[in-house]
């Protein structure tokens, strides 16, 4: 008994030589000694994590593997892939344990699922990043969710602290969100689904809304000295690394209309990081420093995580190299050469003119602009696959140097004939008539091609805007200058470049094309045409204009 005792603890300890055999006087001596031994380790088993019991399970079904891990003089990893943290993440079983030993860590497996059982499942992959990531706001321990449902959080637009609230305040409005969710239903299911549409509403529905009228009521008679003294102190300390006390400016009806929309947002951004479509930091560029501008960002882009998670972002606006901090900023504009787009000056008309990038020849500057454009675009998808495109970036220059004002894309062989495949106008220079030139310019380019071009769609919600006004004013200035009697869209398509779907979807939103006795006619609408020349006059001599005759470009040949 004594040798076999020795035997056992040679073979529990880690890096021993055994062999892992025993002398078997009886089994039923055995089997005395491994239930001891079971009962004995029964606590330190249950401390076992799941991953950790799979991996030992595993290792009873390959004894092999596990003589050869014994051997090894560097600890085990654990499934993750990090070195375990403590002894309690590493299998000390032997390979030829009892069945009574093995019954023991299937019980530990079982009760450690239970106690997992209630925990949402995360992602392996996500597991360490999750706690290395922090939450920008200042002070805050990345604990807690504005939801109430989650843990931790990664962004501020799940962060308690951020919104003037704590973790356990956010667990509590949880729980009443969820009361009144429950209400709702359960009225809408004593509602008779037979009602008729348009039915009167209810007498409590009418007490409902009589107490929300007079609850609004006071929500417009101001602040009171002494809060707005407790607002500005609170403006003044924190700025804008919280939000704003919101308590008094309104009714508490409409504040906690506000909080729940509030917290089913954050919701949302929360399920679709879990699923992987946004990355923890993805949304945290709230800002970018660009030339003298500093510009807030409407939607993701995919900046690499270490200049993600950081709020601001600095970017060269020649040669649109973006950095950590101003101080790097600072030193490399001190020694950065570049003071206009890379590539072919193809246009210059005063100070506004128009580079030719190819993709293939400027990689980094294609997909640095890229990622630029994507933080005020919400359809593109087009960040690294530059080289079978072609940029045209527009610049409005002065004495430091040209400013990027806005650019498109071009494929350079599209089948489908498209002249624009995205299209951005930088927000410094918005609702000044840039957008149009650029729209201009592209179909330009087609006239000169000899082709008849259309944007790649989707479109943008400002795209389509400024796309719909530029082919309303193409074609009221053709209908103006037009002295025949007869019109034909193909001609009008051949002249102007414009595509003819896009024609007849612009004169159809203007109510200029009929159909009468079989045909399809255009109207002349001589009141349309006369408003537009009325501005064309107010407008005056425009410097934002394309010039045909400032044009210096042939069409690229084959790439």
Same mark, same amino acid.
């Given at each position: 008994?004594?040798?076999?005792?020795?035997?056992?603890?040679?073979?529990?300890?880690?890096?021993?030589?055994?062999?892992?055999?025993? =002398?078997?006087?009886?089994?039923?001596?055995?089997?005395?000694?491994?239930?001891?031994?079971?009962?004995?380790?029964?606590?330190?088993?249950?401390?076992?994590?799941?991953?950790?019991?799979?991996?030992?399970?595993?290792?009873?079904?390959?004894?092999?593997?596990?003589?050869?891990?014994?051997?090894?003089?560097?600890?085990?990893?654990?499934? %993750?892939?990090?070195?375990?943290?403590?002894? *309690?993440?590493?299998?000390?079983?032997?390979?030829?344990?009892?069945?009574?030993?093995?019954?023991?860590?299937?019980?530990? #497996?079982?009760?450690?699922? +239970?106690?997992?059982?209630?925990?949402?499942?995360?992602?392996?992959?996500?597991? %360490?990043?999750?706690?290395?990531?922090?939450?920008?706001?200042?002070?805050?321990?990345?604990?807690?969710?504005?939801?109430?449902?989650?843990?931790?959080?990664?962004?501020?637009?799940?962060?308690?602290?951020?919104?003037?609230?704590?973790?356990?305040?956010?667990?509590?409005?949880?729980?009443?969100?969820?009361?009144?969710?429950?209400?709702?239903?359960?009225?809408?299911? #004593?509602?008779?689904?037979?009602?008729?549409?348009?039915?009167?509403?209810?007498?409590?529905?009418?007490?409902?809304?009589?107490?929300?009228?007079?609850?609004?009521?006071?929500?417009?008679?101001?602040?009171?000295?002494?809060? +707005?003294?407790?607002?500005?102190?609170?403006?003044?300390?924190?700025?804008?690394?919280?939000?704003?006390?919101?308590?008094?400016?309104?009714?508490?009806?409409?504040?906690?209309?506000?909080?729940?929309?509030?917290?089913?947002?954050?919701? =949302?951004?929360?399920?679709?990081?879990?699923?992987?479509?946004?990355?923890?930091?993805?949304?945290?560029?709230?800002?970018?420093?660009?030339?003298?501008?500093?510009?807030?960002?409407?939607?993701?882009?995919?900046?690499?995580?270490?200049?993600?998670?950081?709020?601001?972002?600095?970017?060269?606006?020649?040669?649109?190299?973006?950095?950590?901090?101003?101080?790097?900023?600072?030193?490399?504009?001190?020694?950065?050469?570049? +003071?206009?787009?890379?590539?072919?000056?193809?246009?210059?008309?005063?100070?506004?003119?128009?580079?030719?990038?190819?993709?293939?020849?400027?990689?980094?500057?294609?997909?640095?602009?890229?990622?630029?454009?994507?933080?005020?675009?919400?359809?593109?998808?087009?960040?690294?696959?530059?080289?079978?495109?072609?940029?045209?970036?527009?610049?409005?220059?002065?004495?430091?140097?040209?400013?990027?004002?806005?650019?498109?894309?071009?494929?350079?062989?599209?089948?489908?004939?498209? #002249?624009?495949?995205?299209?951005? %106008?930088?927000?410094?220079?918005?609702?000044?008539?840039?957008?149009?030139?650029?729209?201009?310019? *592209?179909?330009?380019?087609?006239?000169?091609?000899?082709?008849?071009?259309?944007?790649?769609?989707?479109?943008?919600?400002?795209?389509?805007?400024?796309?719909? *006004?530029?082919? +309303?004013?193409?074609?009221?200035?053709?209908?103006?200058?037009?002295?025949?009697?007869?019109?034909?869209?193909?001609?009008? *398509?051949?002249?102007?470049?414009?595509?003819?779907?896009?024609?007849?979807?612009?004169?159809?939103?203007?109510?200029?094309?009929?159909?009468?006795?079989?045909?399809?006619?255009?109207?002349?609408?001589?009141?349309?045409? =006369?408003?537009?020349?009325?501005?064309?006059?107010?407008?005056?001599?425009?410097?934002?204009?394309? =010039?045909?005759?400032?044009?210096?470009?042939?069409?690229?040949?084959?790439?």
């Amino acid at each position: 008994m004594p040798r076999r005792r020795q035997v056992r603890t040679n073979r529990h300890m880690p890096g021993s030589g055994s062999d892992g055999t025993e =002398d078997s006087d009886s089994s039923a001596e055995r089997e005395q000694t491994n239930s001891s031994e079971s009962d004995g380790n029964m606590p330190k088993r249950q401390r076992l994590t799941r991953a950790s019991t799979r991996l030992s399970q595993s290792s009873q079904d390959a004894p092999d593997l596990k003589r050869a891990a014994d051997h090894d003089e560097s600890p085990p990893l654990t499934p %993750t892939g990090n070195a375990p943290s403590s002894e *309690s993440e590493l299998d000390i079983s032997s390979p030829n344990a009892s069945h009574d030993e093995s019954q023991a860590k299937d019980q530990a #497996n079982r009760d450690s699922d +239970k106690d997992l059982s209630h925990r949402p499942k995360r992602r392996r992959c996500h597991e %360490t990043y999750n706690f290395n990531m922090k939450c920008p706001t200042p002070g805050c321990n990345s604990l807690g969710h504005l939801t109430g449902k989650h843990e931790r959080h990664f962004a501020v637009s799940g962060c308690p602290l951020y919104h003037n609230l704590s973790a356990d305040e956010c667990k509590v409005k949880a729980v009443s969100r969820e009361k009144q969710e429950e209400e709702v239903k359960a009225q809408e299911e #004593n509602h008779s689904r037979h009602a008729t549409r348009h039915q009167t509403p209810t007498s409590k529905q009418s007490k409902y809304k009589e107490q929300v009228a007079e609850i609004r009521k006071g929500r417009n008679s101001g602040l009171p000295k002494e809060q +707005k003294e407790k607002h500005m102190e609170h403006r003044q300390t924190h700025g804008n690394t919280r939000e704003p006390l919101l308590e008094n400016i309104t009714s508490e009806y409409d504040l906690e209309l506000f909080r729940k929309a509030q917290a089913r947002a954050s919701e =949302d951004l929360e399920k679709l990081r879990i699923q992987g479509q946004i990355t923890e930091g993805s949304n945290m560029i709230k800002t970018i420093l660009f030339g003298r501008y500093e510009l807030d960002t409407w939607y993701h882009s995919p900046y690499p995580e270490e200049y993600a998670r950081l709020g601001r972002l600095y970017v060269c606006e020649f040669c649109l190299k973006y950095m950590k901090s101003q101080t790097i900023l600072r030193r490399h504009m001190a020694k950065c050469v570049w +003071k206009h787009p890379p590539g072919d000056e193809v246009y210059r008309k005063g100070a506004i003119s128009v580079f030719e990038v190819d993709g293939k020849k400027n990689k980094i500057y294609c997909q640095n602009l890229c990622l630029l454009a994507k933080l005020f675009l919400d359809h593109k998808t087009l960040y690294y696959d530059v080289e079978p495109f072609l940029f045209y970036v527009m610049t409005e220059a002065d004495n430091t140097g040209c400013h990027l004002v806005g650019y498109f894309s071009k494929e350079k062989n599209s089948f489908l004939n498209y #002249n624009v495949s995205c299209i951005l %106008t930088m927000p410094q220079y918005m609702r000044q008539g840039f957008g149009k030139m650029l729209i201009d310019f *592209s179909y330009l380019l087609s006239k000169v091609e000899e082709k008849v071009g259309s944007p790649e769609r989707p479109l943008s919600d400002l795209g389509l805007i400024s796309y719909r *006004s530029y082919w +309303k004013e193409v074609l009221l200035r053709y209908m103006y200058n037009f002295q025949g009697k007869e019109i034909s869209i193909k001609e009008i *398509s051949q002249e102007t470049a414009v595509n003819p779907v896009d024609i007849v979807s612009t004169l159809q939103s203007l109510q200029m094309l009929k159909y009468w006795k079989g045909k399809h006619l255009v109207l002349k609408r001589q009141d349309l045409i =006369d408003e537009w020349k009325a501005k064309e006059i107010k407008r005056g001599n425009s410097n934002k204009t394309i =010039d045909p005759s400032s044009l210096k470009w042939t069409p690229p040949k084959g790439t």
